[in-house]
């Protein structure tokens, strides 16, 4: 278990930015720190593996990781921009931190587990991202930590890769204590258990992962994760909504399904689905459709889908 009570500072004394955190990562648990760029994401994970200087206290599995250099904390970290020796083979670097750690795994086994065993011998100027992102977490397995920190590992990757990356990142991560730092929800959605959503270094809201995207606790938090924000006074009485400021998924709210009227403001294509915003009284809602809608519809939402946020 990783338990984590900090402050970190970034700049100057005249345009220092404080981050705070109070948060427990549960053995075996996938915690995604998610938030926009800027919101201290990446500053607490570098303290937390002890790249950066901070107050307060870090425990893992009930040792304190405090005044401890990254290389004796016990944690692997995987960076976004890889990070790998040049002049190593992709062998060497998996094996790189083997040299200090008593119990290790068989680099030879990690790579055939990444399915770039093929390339043990090549040097990593010779792959491409996602085979350095491969040989980047292929290494920090290799030491067996008790904790992982993942910062964006998937971000500079094209498409196809980062979804490929993604599932394997699903099994790899299965059992070990992880912390994720990402701007994608996508990606926060499909990895987390649970989700601290980050704003201005400050926790905005943290909870399990359906629990932060069903039901957030402030406007920012609904907006930053995807879903609707609106006044219910300015819903039309047929969508049967409480009162309050609300929340609503997009893939929550139903086209042409007999509600209230709805006209057509925009329409994106994303994948397999469009993302329609539609004018519905005097709010904004966006929705999720597999057809192209035309320019007038009905929308409706089950009652039961509303979240009242305040």
Not at 24 to 51: H, I, Q, Y
Not at 56 to 64: A, K, N, P, Q
Not at 150 to 175: G, Q, V
Not at 177 to 192: E, F, G, K, L, M
């Amino acid at each position: 278990m990783l338990r984590v009570d900090l402050r970190a500072s970034v700049g100057d004394a005249g345009s220092a930015f404080d981050v705070a955190a109070d948060l427990t990562v549960r053995d075996g648990e996938t915690l995604c720190l998610l938030g926009p760029s800027g919101s201290g994401k990446t500053v607490l994970l570098e303290a937390l593996a002890g790249f950066r200087e901070y107050a307060g206290g870090v425990e893992l599995d009930g040792r304190s990781l405090d005044g401890r250099p990254p290389e004796d904390r016990g944690v692997g970290f995987v960076f976004q921009q890889y990070a790998l020796f040049e002049h190593l083979s992709v062998r060497e670097n998996v094996a790189f931190g083997a040299k200090y750690h008593d119990d290790t795994r068989d680099p030879d086994a990690l790579l055939e587990r990444l399915g770039v065993a093929d390339l043990a011998d090549r040097a990593p100027a010779t792959l491409s991202g996602g085979e350095k992102q491969r040989v980047a977490l292929a290494r920090a397995l290799c030491v067996r930590p008790d904790a992982f920190l993942l910062d964006e590992p998937l971000s500079a990757l094209d498409a196809p890769t980062r979804e490929r990356l993604r599932a394997d990142l699903l099994t790899l991560l299965a059992d070990e204590t992880a912390v994720y730092v990402t701007h994608d929800r996508t990606t926060a959605r499909a990895v987390a258990d649970r989700v601290a959503v980050l704003r201005d270094g400050r926790v905005a809201h943290v909870g399990p992962t359906d629990e932060v995207f069903e039901r957030p606790e402030s406007r920012f938090v609904a907006e930053f994760t995807g879903a609707n924000a609106v006044e219910s006074a300015r819903l039309p009485a047929g969508l049967d909504a409480p009162d309050g400021l609300l929340a609503v998924r997009p893939e929550h709210v139903t086209l042409d399904a007999g509600g209230v009227p709805a006209s057509v403001e925009r329409v994106v294509r994303e994948d397999a689905v469009y993302r329609v915003t539609l004018d519905v009284g005097d709010a904004e809602l966006v929705a999720y459709t597999a057809d192209r809608p035309p320019a007038e519809t009905t929308v409706a939402v089950d009652a039961a889908r509303w979240h009242r946020i305040a």
